[in-house]
């Protein structure tokens, strides 16, 4: 379970997160959605620790992550995995080798098993042949399939997904969502999933996290979300000013 307790963030003197707090449950498929600008990357990289909060605090299975140390950081992180906008893959490795590194790195896995763990990896997001084909070499869908594959490779209890279908078509947009929802069901994986899209909040999440303005001024589950009668979340939903 991560719990997220009145974290406040800024930069530049500018505030981005104002007094957050919210709990995350194993097995959620949370959703967190709003105007670009408002800070939810921000609030997704205070979850396993990339960014720390100038004050409040974030606890990962009752673990404060804000001040403890570097290994203790990793150790908690070992139970995570993001997968980034744009796959983040290092562009002088192979498919295979990127999977192979973060499994290296988060796991105690033999190098005797890797290979096995890369293949059950790929063969999840249906891409079982390319791993001996470098990043320049697949499409920005498939980048993001293998960012996905990376990620569930080392076996994590949560995934962060930030923008997972930013820049796809609609039938690969669809094939992300349904590769998200799946993973979630079949791994029992908790998931946070950053995202504009209005299909994927619908398809991949059972609760949302809404923010204005470094606030939250929505959480509770999807179906409530389309129900309220706010006028900023209605705009934000239909892109109708009323």
Same mark, same amino acid.
């Given at each position: 379970?991560?719990?997220? =307790?009145?974290?406040? &963030?800024?930069?530049? /003197?500018? /505030?981005?997160?104002?007094?957050?707090? %919210?709990?995350?449950?194993? !097995?959620?498929?949370?959703?967190?959605?709003?105007?670009?600008?408002? !800070? *939810?990357?921000?609030?997704? &990289?205070?979850?396993? !620790?990339?960014?720390?909060?100038?004050?409040?605090?974030?606890? +990962?299975?009752?673990?404060?992550?804000?001040?403890?140390? #570097?290994?203790?950081?990793?150790?908690? =992180?070992? $139970? @995570?995995?993001?997968?980034?906008?744009?796959?983040?893959? %290092?562009?002088? @490795? /192979?498919?295979?080798?990127?999977?192979?590194?973060?499994?290296?790195?988060?796991?105690?896995?033999?190098n005797k098993k890797i290979p096995n763990r890369i293949n059950k990896s790929l063969d999840l997001v249906e891409l079982s042949d390319i791993k001996h084909l470098m990043p320049s070499e697949i499409s920005g869908g498939m980048k993001k399939r293998v960012g996905i594959a990376?990620?569930?490779?080392?076996?994590?209890? #949560?995934?962060? #997904?930030?923008?997972?279908?930013? !820049?796809?078509?609609?039938?690969?947009?669809?094939?992300? /969502?349904?590769?998200?929802?799946?993973?979630?069901?079949?791994? $029992?994986?908790?998931?946070?999933?950053?995202?504009?899209?209005?299909?994927?909040?619908?398809?991949?999440?059972? *609760? +949302?996290?809404?923010?204005?303005?470094?606030?939250?001024?929505?959480?509770? $589950?999807?179906?409530?979300?389309?129900?309220?009668?706010?006028?900023?979340?209605? #705009? %934000?939903?239909?892109?109708?000013? &009323?």
């Amino acid at each position: 379970m991560i719990k997220v =307790r009145e974290i406040n &963030k800024a930069f530049s /003197n500018k /505030n981005i997160l104002n007094n957050i707090s %919210f709990d995350i449950s194993n !097995g959620d498929s949370i959703a967190i959605i709003g105007q670009s600008g408002t !800070g *939810k990357s921000v609030l997704l &990289k205070h979850l396993n !620790g990339l960014l720390r909060p100038d004050s409040g605090h974030v606890s +990962v299975d009752n673990v404060l992550i804000n001040n403890v140390s #570097y290994n203790e950081l990793q150790t908690i =992180r070992k $139970k @995570m995995a993001m997968v980034f906008q744009f796959g983040a893959l %290092f562009d002088s @490795m /192979n498919v295979g080798d990127n999977i192979a590194l973060a499994i290296q790195s988060s796991t105690n896995l033999s190098n005797k098993k890797i290979p096995n763990r890369i293949n059950k990896s790929l063969d999840l997001v249906e891409l079982s042949d390319i791993k001996h084909l470098m990043p320049s070499e697949i499409s920005g869908g498939m980048k993001k399939r293998v960012g996905i594959a990376r990620a569930i490779a080392i076996n994590p209890e #949560y995934i962060l #997904y930030d923008e997972p279908t930013t !820049g796809l078509d609609p039938i690969t947009t669809d094939k992300i /969502n349904q590769l998200i929802k799946k993973i979630s069901e079949k791994k $029992k994986v908790t998931s946070v999933i950053v995202t504009h899209d209005m299909k994927t909040l619908r398809f991949t999440s059972n *609760k +949302v996290i809404m923010l204005h303005e470094g606030n939250i001024i929505f959480n509770d $589950k999807t179906d409530m979300l389309f129900k309220s009668n706010d006028k900023f979340i209605q #705009y %934000f939903l239909t892109g109708e000013n &009323k």
